[in-house]
């Protein structure tokens, strides 16, 4: 919305240093035909200079939110919450896997999503120690097959995994058309795209 008002008070700034500029110039030439046919351009093209920037502006401030904040989700912090593709069993798992990840002092924002059969872990990891990216995953998969042996897990450093995870918790909340099914078969897409990766 913020865009919105900077690209209104833009075109209308525009459009008054426009018309001011003329009228400068008209006052300058004292011949009234040369007014008259200024004046007639002028108009014209500030007809058109009006329209186009009202398209701009209605375009502007059309832009869906929601894939900002996904977007976002790359720059800074966003801490999404758990999500369980299937309904709310094995929430309180999730959120312990979560806080357990999360308490590595090299890692800056977490991701878990747990689906029928695997648990999904992405994260991304603070500037300085992207160096070590393949010992820290090393040591978070090593820590989550201890605390939890049962549970198969997929742990994933990359963005664009981490960015996934993000949009699907967004469609899980927002969308009522995304169901559990949809969900799980998101999840198991996300999972095989990580597996490509490595």
Request: aromatic share 8%; charged share 30%.
């Amino acid at each position: 919305m913020k865009n919105c008002w900077v690209t209104g008070s833009f075109i209308f700034s525009l459009i008054g240093i426009n018309l001011v500029i003329f009228l400068v110039n008209v006052e300058k030439t004292n011949d009234s035909h040369i007014y008259k046919k200024g004046m007639k351009t002028v108009m014209r093209n500030t007809y058109r200079f009006i329209i186009l920037m009202s398209v701009i502006l209605l375009v502007s401030c059309n832009q869906d939110q929601k894939a900002k904040d996904s977007q976002l989700a790359l720059v800074k912090t966003t801490n999404p919450p758990p999500v369980v593709t299937d309904g709310h069993k094995g929430n309180d798992q999730v959120e312990k896997i979560k806080r357990d990840v999360s308490s590595f002092p090299e890692l800056y924002d977490v991701a878990v999503v747990k689906g029928k059969k695997a648990i999904l872990v992405a994260y991304k990891v603070k500037h300085l120690h992207r160096f070590n990216m393949k010992k820290i995953e090393k040591n978070v998969t090593k820590m989550l097959e201890k605390k939890y042996p049962k549970a198969k897990f997929t742990v994933s450093s990359d963005y664009k995994i981490f960015l996934e995870v993000v949009r699907l918790d967004e469609k899980m909340r927002t969308s009522s058309k995304f169901n559990h099914r949809d969900a799980e078969k998101r999840f198991n897409e996300i999972v095989k795209m990580t597996e490509d990766i490595k």
